[in-house]
Nanobody, 123 residues
Framework: QVQLVESGGGLVQAGGSLRLSCAAS????????MGWFRQAPGTERVFVAS?????YYADAVKGRFTISRDNAKNTLSLQMNSLKPEDTAVYYC???????????????????WGQGTQVTVSS
C-alpha cells in the first residue's frame, strides 16, 4: 500500500513558476513508476509527466516542466516554469508498480493516487 500527499499548489501569474511535491509512504518507493496528471474542470484527467527507468512529458509541458524524484526521501517533484493559464488544473501524483512500464502516460498504469493540489495561473 502506498499513500501519496501532494503539496505546493497555489495561485501564480502567467509566466511564473511553482514547484509541486508529493510525499510517498512505503519502503518500495524506488521501485515504482511515478507520474503527475492534471484535471481541469469539466475535462478528463490527463498525463503530465512520469519518471521510472526514463522520463516522459506531455507535449503541452515539454521544455517547461521538469519531473524529479528523491528516493532517499520518498519524494516526487514537479518544477513548473513559464506557466500559462491553460496549466490551471488540479494536479495529481500517482504511483504504479511497473518501474519499466512501457505505458507511463496511461492512467491504468498507476494503482495509487494522491488527493490532488490546485494550481491556478492567472492571465
Amino acid at each position: 500500500q502506498v499513500q501519496l500527499v501532494e503539496s505546493g499548489g497555489g495561485l501564480v501569474q502567467a509566466g511564473g513558476s511553482l514547484r509541486l511535491s508529493c510525499a510517498a509512504s512505503g519502503r518500495t518507493f524506488s521501485s515504482y513508476v511515478m507520474g503527475w496528471f492534471r484535471q481541469a474542470p469539466g475535462t478528463e484527467r490527463v498525463f503530465v509527466a512520469s519518471i521510472g527507468w526514463s522520463t516522459y512529458y506531455a507535449d503541452a509541458v515539454k521544455g517547461r516542466f521538469t519531473i524529479s524524484r528523491d528516493n532517499a526521501k520518498n519524494t516526487l517533484s514537479l518544477q513548473m516554469n513559464s506557466l500559462k493559464p491553460e496549466d490551471t488544473a488540479v494536479y495529481y501524483c500517482a504511483a504504479g508498480p511497473e518501474y519499466y512500464s512501457s505505458n507511463p502516460s496511461r492512467k491504468e498504469t498507476y494503482d495509487y493516487w494522491g488527493q490532488g493540489t490546485q494550481v491556478t495561473v492567472s492571465s
